[in-house]
């Protein structure tokens, strides 16, 4: 019974994306090649700013359920629904499943794969909000659910993917407004939050430090005109669960390669104690994170940020 689960839900993967028990795309064909950003900033003169890059895959974007922060922790969900105003975010989800639609607006609730869900944004945002209260951080979020780094997000060479292209287009589309605007960015960091779908398959599990090592190589060169110093990579560990099969692969390849540079920082999502068997009560989604999970994911990345 076990096995016939498994196979059940490594099929829903790959041909659904297992995104939110919802409609969003597991393989991206025909990812947008150019972006719009139409405001949300108000103008300023030469002001300093920390920029965040959030990317991966469905538990980037955000499967947690706002209805369950508000039922199991009330105090953040009403913190979260305020927003934060002084961490703003642009956002893309599966090609515009969900956006801001060209807009830097208050970081909150909603802003993952449907009004009705959240991603690492909200736990970002709520420690960053409350660290740096007086200045103005700004998120750039682009993700895919089910997407694929080796394949995906890079071409299956190691090289530069249709999705690479894609987050990198909307990244310095993003920036170049902000600099419009007066905006002096800087990126701090990347959060990356992927490779459950690299880990469905041995042969891109066991190349997920190669993988890796190319991504974050050509993000540095090809973003280093937006950091004055090399930006810190912030890989979170996937879930140790029978789904993803090759976890302990691609965990370990996350580990290997933080390992190669002080900027570079791994962290185990097992270890945190994140879950993702508690929701929906009854029929949980255990590909992805539960929603006091999800919280706590963002404010993990957001730590390392200075």
Same mark, same amino acid.
């Given at each position: 019974?076990?096995?016939?689960?498994?196979?059940?839900?490594?099929?829903?993967?790959?041909?659904?994306?297992?995104?939110?028990?919802?409609?969003?795309?597991?393989?991206?064909?025909?990812?947008?090649?150019?972006?719009?950003?139409?405001? +949300?900033?108000?103008?300023?003169?030469?002001?300093?700013?920390?920029?965040?890059?959030?990317?991966?895959?469905?538990?980037?974007?955000?499967?947690?359920?706002?209805?369950?922060?508000?039922?199991?922790?009330?105090?953040?969900?009403?913190?979260?629904?305020?927003?934060?105003?002084?961490?703003?975010?642009?956002?893309?989800?599966?090609?515009?499943?969900?956006?801001?639609?060209?807009?830097?607006?208050?970081?909150?609730?909603?802003?993952?794969?449907?009004?009705?869900?959240?991603?690492?944004?909200?736990?970002?945002?709520?420690?960053?909000?409350?660290?740096?209260?007086?200045?103005?951080?700004?998120?750039?979020?682009?993700?895919?659910? +089910?997407?694929?780094?080796?394949?995906?997000?890079?071409?299956?060479?190691?090289?530069?993917?249709?999705?690479?292209?894609?987050?990198?287009?909307?990244?310095?589309?993003?920036?170049?407004?902000?600099?419009?605007?007066?905006?002096?960015?800087?990126?701090?960091?990347?959060?990356?939050?992927?490779?459950?779908?690299?880990?469905?398959?041995?042969?891109?599990?066991?190349?997920?430090?190669?993988?890796?090592?190319?991504?974050?190589?050509?993000?540095?060169?090809?973003?280093?005109?937006?950091?004055?110093?090399?930006?810190?990579?912030?890989?979170?560990?996937?879930?140790?669960?029978?789904?993803?099969?090759?976890?302990?692969?691609?965990?370990?390849?996350?580990?290997?390669?933080?390992?190669?540079?002080?900027?570079?920082?791994?962290?185990?999502?097992?270890?945190?104690?994140?879950?993702?068997?508690?929701?929906?009560?009854?029929?949980?989604?255990?590909?992805?994170?539960?929603?006091?999970?999800?919280?706590?994911?963002?404010?993990?990345?957001?730590?390392?940020?200075?």
């Amino acid at each position: 019974m076990k096995k016939i689960l498994l196979f059940v839900l490594l099929i829903a993967l790959i041909f659904c994306g297992i995104s939110c028990k919802q409609k969003t795309v597991a393989t991206p064909i025909g990812a947008l090649t150019s972006f719009a950003v139409e405001g +949300g900033v108000s103008t300023v003169t030469n002001q300093p700013a920390k920029v965040v890059l959030l990317y991966g895959q469905s538990n980037a974007t955000g499967c947690a359920i706002n209805a369950y922060l508000n039922q199991k922790s009330p105090s953040d969900y009403a913190e979260a629904e305020a927003g934060y105003a002084n961490v703003l975010i642009n956002f893309i989800t599966e090609n515009g499943n969900n956006s801001s639609g060209g807009y830097f607006v208050p970081t909150t609730l909603g802003q993952g794969a449907s009004k009705d869900h959240f991603g690492p944004e909200v736990g970002i945002a709520s420690d960053l909000s409350a660290r740096f209260p007086n200045e103005t951080v700004f998120i750039i979020k682009y993700s895919w659910g +089910g997407s694929v780094l080796a394949n995906q997000w890079l071409d299956g060479n190691g090289e530069r993917g249709e999705l690479y292209a894609a987050a990198l287009n909307f990244t310095k589309t993003s920036l170049d407004f902000l600099r419009g605007q007066g905006y002096l960015p800087e990126i701090a960091a990347v959060c990356w939050m992927q490779g459950e779908s690299d880990a469905v398959d041995k042969g891109t599990a066991k190349e997920y430090y190669r993988n890796t090592k190319n991504f974050v190589s050509d993000l540095r060169k090809d973003l280093k005109d937006y950091s004055s110093t090399p930006f810190l990579f912030l890989d979170a560990g996937i879930a140790e669960i029978d789904v993803w099969k090759h976890f302990e692969i691609v965990n370990q390849a996350k580990a290997r390669f933080a390992k190669t540079d002080d900027n570079n920082i791994y962290f185990s999502t097992t270890a945190l104690g994140l879950t993702t068997d508690q929701e929906p009560e009854g029929s949980p989604d255990i590909a992805h994170y539960d929603a006091q999970s999800a919280l706590i994911l963002g404010k993990e990345f957001a730590k390392y940020i200075r």
